[in-house]
């Protein structure tokens, strides 16, 4: 079966996917239903229902305040150390689960610019997603100093092309104390030189935080073998954590004796229930903890997290590449004619595990698609997102969401 506009080429694909089990291992009660949102909210796994359960029940119910030491105030280390060594290649002790990734970057920002005395200049994306900016702007507001930004003058732009490491050395001088840039575009899907950027800037003495908020889950990351300073991301897309689950943070070991949290919580204290009269950080990356963690959206993060671990960063990268090839390829043959264009990299090298289509008709299209049992993403202006994630996105399930697009495309002509 060559041709890919055949039904039969998607169920092919489906039927030789290494894995397409792992669709078995979440909750899915509406199989008709065709889920293209895995990057805003990746699905229910079957395994969170009954760990949140024991967590309820048997640790809250059960064992009330005792759960804080039989394991509740180690998890966002635990866990962080799980999604680190599984997603990002960190080391033991360098990933925490906590808080946002709005505060985490606020956070990380602040942090950094500790780390560079002296520096109060940010570089940042006009196109990076807008509470990383937002953040951005305040943190060099506070520091008396400014937001040095990059990419096209018009912030409805959706930059296609990947952020070079030429780009952001135009913008780097010595009053740069820190880069904060998203290793995958949340709407293009465009992938970062992160190597190139990172050596960018440490080149000037500068750092770089990087938000892999859609790298995490869909592209394997090595952050220890780049040299990386400091990352943050989130845990309720393609880590299938669940709504509203806890952000982490990950920062080099080379940085944690000198790092501070510009939030000093109780919870990032070196002897959190001293209660004494000053702050004293904790050791290593526990100093980025502010309040009181959530035991149960942890325990939710954990079973998202194991779901990837056990498939593998590898595999996962492999069939996202080859779903959004196919994605790329229906487009070609289906959509183009209507005048949708393709605001995500061609080549699959450079995009992460979502494909971004625009329209001038987006918003409408979008509505039209969820009324049919479709739902992609609808992004600003005029983008419709694809997201496929890899564990739960059937190839049949690309074949049938362009499909509609089509027909509804069709109509309108
Ligand atoms: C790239 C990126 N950064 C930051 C955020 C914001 O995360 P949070 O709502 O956890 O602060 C998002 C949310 O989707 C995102 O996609």
């Known amino acids: 079966m060559t041709d890919p506009t055949s039904r039969a080429y998607a169920e092919q694909l489906d039927a030789t996917d290494a894995l397409a089990s792992y669709r078995g291992r979440f909750e899915i009660p509406d199989d008709s239903v065709i889920y ?25 119910g059960d064992r009330l305040i005792r759960s804080w030491g039989e394991g509740w105030m180690d998890l966002p280390l635990q866990v962080g150390d799980r999604l680190g060594a599984a997603l990002l290649g960190a080391r033991p002790g360098e990933t ?9 970057a606020f956070k990380a920002l602040h942090a950094a610019l500790d780390l560079r005395p002296g520096r109060s200049t940010i570089v940042a994306h006009r196109g990076e997603f807008p509470t990383d900016r937002y953040v951005a702007s305040e943190v060099a507001r506070q520091r008396g100093g400014s937001v040095r930004w990059i990419g096209p003058m018009d912030p409805g732009a959706t930059q296609v092309e990947p952020v070079s490491a030429g780009e952001v050395a135009g913008a780097l001088n010595d009053d740069v104390g820190v880069v904060l840039l998203s290793v995958v575009d949340y709407r293009s899907a465009a992938i970062a030189d992160v190597a190139g950027i990172t050596r960018a800037a440490h080149a000037i003495g500068a750092l770089v935080i990087w938000d892999c908020s859609h790298a995490a889950g869909s592209i394997p990351l090595d952050l220890p073998a780049l040299d990386a300073d400091l990352a943050i991301g989130c845990s309720y897309k393609y880590l299938n954590g669940g709504p509203g689950a806890p ?71 492999a069939k996202g590449q080859q779903l959004t090839a196919y994605a790329v390829d229906l487009h070609g043959s ?70 509609a697009l089509r027909t509804l495309l069709c109509a309108l002509a």
């Open 247 to 317: 952000a982490w943070i990950w920062a080099n070991e080379t940085h944690h004796d000198e790092m501070r949290n510009p939030i000093p919580g109780w919870m990032g204290h070196s002897d959190v229930f001293a209660m004494g009269p000053e702050y004293s950080p904790a050791a290593g990356i526990r100093r980025f903890m502010t309040g009181t963690p959530s035991a149960v959206a942890l325990a939710m993060v954990d079973c998202g997290v194991a779901l990837l671990a056990e498939a593998g960063m590898g595999a996962v990268r």
């Open 36 to 60: 293209l949102d895995g990057n805003s909210l990746g699905r229910l796994p079957a395994a969170t229902a009954d760990r949140v359960a024991q967590v309820v029940h048997g640790q809250w």
């Open 96 to 104: 925490l689960v906590c808080d946002t990734v709005t505060v985490n």
């Open 334 to 403: 289906w959509l183009e004619e209507y005048g949708v264009t393709l605001a995500s990299p061609r080549d699959p090298e450079r995009r992460g595990a979502h494909v971004t289509l625009a329209h001038p008709d987006s918003l409408a299209l979008v509505q039209a698609l969820s009324d049919r049992g479709v739902i992609p993403d609808f992004r600003h202006p005029d983008g419709i997102r694809l997201g496929l994630a890899p564990l739960t996105t059937r190839f049949t399930d690309v074949f049938d969401g362009l499909n």
